[in-house]
């Protein structure tokens, strides 16, 4: 499978410091950087691609550093971490809810507006409980 690099030199513009701040990220050059990335457009990446992408850009950065970032990211609500298949981590730049197409055989993630799904039933959540989200990963393959 061939990954599409992202935009190879992400500028440090300051509309990304602002928004780690407003997210309560203290923006660190790197931070701001990796930030630079995935918020350039509504789009999903997974950690290895951005790694990718960061290296291609000649930045000297290790796995730990954008497993954690991203990581820090996600749990202040900046991105949003995806699981689709289990294998690796999907991080979505678009935070507004949403539901996925995923395609098996190139691996992309199709965003799928929350008009477009109807839930007929759900269960009750156990007592204590409410539910916070649903996720919808629809599996997509060639027609047979
Ligand atoms: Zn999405």
């Known amino acids: 499978m061939e990954l599409s690099a992202p935009s190879a030199a992400p500028s440090a513009s300051p509309r990304c410091e602002e928004r780690l701040s407003e997210c309560g990220i203290r923006p660190t050059a790197q931070r701001v950087r990796i930030a630079g990335l995935l918020l350039s457009a509504p789009q999903h990446l997974s950690a290895e691609q951005i790694l990718a992408s ?3 850009a000649g930045a000297r950065v290790s796995k730990a550093t954008v497993y954690n970032t991203l990581n820090l990211f996600a749990a202040h609500g900046l991105i949003r971490q995806l699981s689709v298949d289990g294998s690796r981590a999907w991080f979505d730049s678009n935070v507004e809810p949403h539901y996925h197409f995923h395609d098996l055989e190139s691996g992309a ?21 409410e539910v916070a989200g649903i996720d919808l990963v629809i599996r997509l393959r060639k027609k047979m």
Do not use: C, Y
């Not at 799904?117 to 009750?124: C, E, K, M, T, Y």
């Open 54 to 56: 960061l290296r291609a």
């Open 109 to 129: 993630l199709i965003d799928v507006p929350v008009p477009a799904v109807a839930f007929s039933r759900l269960p009750s959540p156990p007592p204590g409980t």
